[in-house]
């Protein structure tokens, strides 16, 4: 009799106060779950205001680990798919587009500036000191910003980072190479013409993406076969079903 009696009233407070019995049923629930002592439901339900400020701060505590977690999952996300870079080159172009115009050949040196006002070449196009040292043929040539670049350079004196722009318009493609370098690949729109930049330490823009010349690419860095930070700087052209390296100082003007 017990049993139905309580059933009974059970049902009256349902009826009566659908929302009074909702969260007294979710007081119980989640009380016996994190404490199953009997009566410690009953408890709960004395002190439901008290109980039910409790389990929204878990609530609100819990989402906001989520959130947490999710952005530090989405953030690298952002930044692969282009979005994150896409907002770096917006507010990097200003100082670019001074210096660079729309061009499918190269004119400008990849750090801005006038002519190589901006640079000091460390490795020339087929340099014999480089295959001395190194055993290899050197394909294009080693840059690295000069004492002019660090005090005009208006992209590094507004964030202090040594930006390398794309010299040529076109589509990107980055890649690490063979030897661990990170890639920037940019081929002209008439596929005729290709320039590699390569040693990045943090890349600006993805694979397909369609640029301009003047768009940063992304910072200076050292990684794959380097001895220290610089740009390895390539132009390639096409040659039937080949590409052949040139010297890119012939288009630096």
């Known amino acids: ?4 009696g309580k059933y009974a009233h059970a049902a009256t407070r349902l009826k009566d106060d659908p929302l009074g019995f909702l969260l007294d049923l979710l007081v119980l629930i989640v009380a016996n779950l994190l404490i199953p002592i009997p009566l410690v439901g009953n408890i709960g339900l004395e002190f439901r205001g008290f109980a039910l400020g409790c389990l929204g701060f878990v609530a609100i505590f819990t989402l906001f680990i989520f959130l947490s977690i999710g952005v530090v999952f989405a953030s690298p ?5 282009g979005y994150l870079q896409n907002i770096f080159a917006s507010n990097n172009t200003t100082a670019a587009d001074e210096e ?4 499918s050949t190269p004119q400008k040196n990849p750090f801005g500036g006038t002519g190589l006002s901006y640079t000091t070449t460390t490795a020339y196009f087929h340099d014999a000191g480089y295959y001395l040292t190194f055993g290899k043929v050197h394909t294009g040539i080693d840059l690295v910003p000069n004492d002019t670049y660090y005090q005009n350079s208006k992209t590094y004196k507004s964030g202090g980072k040594v930006v390398i722009f794309s ?3 076109g589509h990107a493609r ?3 190479d063979k030897e661990g370098g990170a890639t920037v690949e940019v081929t002209n729109n008439e596929g005729t013409l290709r320039v590699l930049n390569i040693h990045f330490s943090d890349i600006y823009v993805t694979t397909g993406q369609e640029i301009k010349a003047g768009i940063p690419l992304g910072v200076m860095g050292q990684s794959g076969f380097a001895t220290g930070n610089h740009l390895h700087y390539e132009v390639q052209v096409k040659n ?3 590409w052949i390296a040139v010297d890119p100082l012939s288009y630096i003007h």
């Open 240 to 242: 039937g079903a080949s």
């Open 1 to 4: 009799m017990k049993k139905i």
């Open 174 to 176: 980055f890649y690490i």
């Open 100 to 103: 660079f115009a729309d061009t």
């Open 77 to 81: 996300l952002l930044f692969t798919s």
């Open 167 to 169: 010299t040529v318009s």
